[in-house]
């Protein structure tokens, strides 16, 4: 297996970071892809007020995690775990300890590559793994490289390769920091990523979570899931906002309920339990088991008591897994875009769809008996909510 080791400060991790890995593993043939956030960097001081070790582990997480390539993409928090300088030949050391029978390739920007003779135990590095070196203008395959290069291989037996990088993001971390630090520069972030800088303040941002833009507030929710959950949350927010201008309900409000709606879906249940406790959120015995249920609940907790919304964006999150009797337009809604927003696919899905914007109550009758036939058939224990939403509606329904 070829393992490459992408390593750096990642200080924040930018989409240049996430351009050039990729490439570098196509262009190498690479099995998997270690991101190693450093630790203590030997050749810099990280800047003052930067992010925790831990923050920085968790930025690159997202980053990672937004190339939606989870069974080639991993992080490691070896070099965070180890005390003292993070230097690379003790990673690589460690990390052949780990994989004795793979090939390692270390991947590094052209400075690094220019310099790697003058870094702790350049032997040790050439020996352990094949170096890459990103080109990142065609000047930069030119005679320094080459020279590099036949050096480090006369020298130290080293292996290397440059990869020339169809793309370049013009930002470097430094100047990224500056930019957040100006309110600007989230083009160069994956929305995840972006919405962690925002909601821990880092960089000298001081966004006040409860009075957020529509964009900031969808970074803050696509940050506190995983990517492959993004193209539902927007696909949800989107039919939200249509169907709340076919019944002349509040887009705005449709919109930021259907972008927070499933903020908490990823929490292990104690963090669930943890957070119905802070806000004084009722459960019953159901709820209390089952973190698939509860998180309707505590994705309303945190949409109000972190980004303030109102009752009517409350009630709609709270309720659209299990819906309740007598619900209000909004709820309604948000239940239903969940529902039938474009990623969803299943028997039945096009007649939902069209009776949504026909007959809403007709839309729903049929979403939660189409709920209730499922739990029934898949021996599921169905809410009492569920079952009185659609002895409701049935009952109240006007229309054949």
Same mark, same amino acid.
């Given at each position: ?194 919405? %962690? ?11 006040? *979570?409860?009075? $957020?833009?529509? &964009? =900031? @507030?969808? !970074? ?118 969940? %529902? ?11 007649? *939902?769809?069209? $009776?949504?914007? &026909? =007959? @809403?109550? !007709? ?38």
């Amino acid at each position: 297996m070829k393992i490459g080791i992408y390593g750096g400060t990642f200080n924040p991790p930018h989409l240049g970071h996430l351009t050039s890995a990729r490439f570098a593993m196509e262009a190498l043939g690479l099995d998997k892809l270690l991101f190693m956030p450093a630790g203590t960097p030997p050749h810099k001081v990280l800047p003052e007020g930067s992010p925790t070790p831990e923050q920085r582990l968790r930025m690159m997480e997202l980053a990672a995690d937004s190339m939606l390539l989870p069974d080639r993409v991993e992080i490691s928090d070896l070099e965070l775990q180890r005390e003292g300088k993070s230097f690379t030949s003790d990673t690589l050391r460690q990390l052949h300890e780990v994989f004795p029978d793979d090939e390692l390739w270390f991947l590094m920007g052209t400075d690094m590559f220019l310099t790697l003779h003058k870094w702790h135990e350049p032997e040790v590095i050439c020996s352990l793994a094949h170096l890459a070196a990103f080109a990142r203008t065609e000047k930069d395959t030119g005679e320094m490289l080459e020279i590099q290069g036949k050096y480090l291989g006369e020298t130290y037996g080293a292996s290397c390769t440059v990869v020339q990088l169809p793309r370049i993001i013009p930002v470097s971390s430094t100047q990224l920091r500056e930019l957040l630090r100006k309110g600007e520069g989230r083009q160069y972030l994956a929305p995840g990523v972006y919405g %962690y800088v925002l909601r821990h303040g880092l960089y000298g941002t001081k966004a006040d *979570l409860k009075h $957020l833009s529509d &964009e =900031d @507030l969808k !970074a803050c929710s696509l940050s506190m899931v995983h990517a492959k959950r993004h193209a539902h949350i927007l696909g949800v927010a989107g039919e939200a906002v249509r169907l709340a201008e076919r019944w002349g309900a509040d887009k705005e409000k449709a919109y930021r309920a259907g972008i927070l709606h499933d903020c908490t879906k990823y929490l292990e249940l104690e963090a669930q339990l943890a957070i119905c406790q802070k806000y004084g959120v009722e459960i019953d015995e159901l709820e209390r088991k089952d973190a698939k249920l509860l998180h309707s609940k505590t994705g309303a907790a945190i949409a109000r008591g972190e980004y303030g919304v109102d009752e009517e964006i409350y009630t709609a999150i709270f309720y659209h897994t299990t819906g309740r009797a007598n619900m209000t337009l909004m709820e309604k809604i948000i239940y239903l875009a969940d %529902y039938i927003e474009p990623n969803r696919d299943f028997e039945g899905l096009e007649t *939902l769809r069209r $009776l949504c914007y &026909e =007959d @809403l109550d !007709a839309g729903l009758e049929m979403g939660f008996a189409m709920s209730v036939a499922d739990l029934k058939r898949r021996g599921v224990v169905i809410h009492a909510n569920t079952q009185g939403a659609l002895d409701w509606v049935r009952e109240h329904r006007k229309g054949p």
